[in-house]
């Protein structure tokens, strides 16, 4: 049903590197999101997008990134990733009514 | 501020028995919408029930319902019939209804089926 695809689905990487989590989706959906996660936790939300060139952060502070140059892509970037950056990020999009979130599949980061 | 408070971390039901879920949430605004979603061990999440605060029935999708009391602010999800596949976190949200459209989650519930 929904089609927002997150790449990649896991990654490892070491402390100092650049990384940029992919989003996209093919609903023309205008708000986009982006939430973390800790194994069991709650979902936080560090980003989200209204459209085209509008980024906002979210209620749990980020060192992290977005952009939003297309409708159906809303990446996230984090310039050096650290250990406690480790955690699952989900992307969601919204519809218009009754504006229900579509999530990607995640992508879960370890930083060593 | 908008709050959604899930007071069970974790929850066991017998297979084919029916479970409740529960969830308040605080808001001072008359317009807000209520969200049920499964998280399963893969990590997606996916969409299970809406409430409008307006609607005048209970939402019901398949073998999910949500026992909506408005006085009481509560947003309660009632799976029927449990089967093993319903074994999850299950998560109850809000749409802010101050119209930024972000969405507030609780802490969520863990479900576990028992066949």
């Known amino acids: 049903e929904a089609d927002i695809y997150q790449t990649p689905r896991y990654l490892v990487i070491g402390t100092g590197k650049k990384i940029t989590l992919e989003c996209s989706q093919t609903?023309?959906?205008?708000?986009m999101y982006w939430y973390q996660q800790d194994p069991g936790m709650e979902l936080h939300l560090i980003h989200y997008s209204y459209g085209v060139n509008s980024t906002e952060k979210g209620d749990l502070s980020s060192e992290s990134t977005v952009s939003r140059i297309r409708t159906e892509h809303f990446p996230l970037t984090l310039e050096s990733a650290r250990p406690s950056h480790t955690s699952q990020y989900l992307c969601?999009?919204?519809?218009?009514?009754?504006?229900?979130?579509?999530f990607g599949s995640g992508t879960q980061l370890s930083v060593l | 501020a908008q709050k959604i408070t899930q007071t069970q971390p974790g929850m066991f039901v017998q297979e084919k028995e029916a479970v409740t879920l529960d969830c308040t949430y605080d808001t001072s605004d008359p317009s807000y919408g209520l969200f049920w979603y499964k998280q399963p061990s893969s990590g997606e999440m996916i969409f299970l029930i809406y409430q409008g605060s307006y609607d005048q029935q209970n939402a019901t999708e398949g073998r999910y319902s949500l026992n909506f009391q408005k006085a009481r602010k509560s947003a309660n999800l009632v799976i029927s019939a449990s089967q093993l596949g319903d074994s999850a976190m299950y998560f109850c949200?809000?749409?802010?209804?101050?119209?930024?459209?972000?969405?507030?989650f609780g802490t969520g519930t863990r479900l576990k089926v028992l066949a």
């Open positions: 609903m023309g959906h205008d708000k």
């Open positions: 949200a809000m749409r802010d209804p101050s119209g930024t459209y972000k969405y507030i």
């Open positions: 969601a999009s919204g519809d218009r009514a009754p504006a229900k979130l579509f």
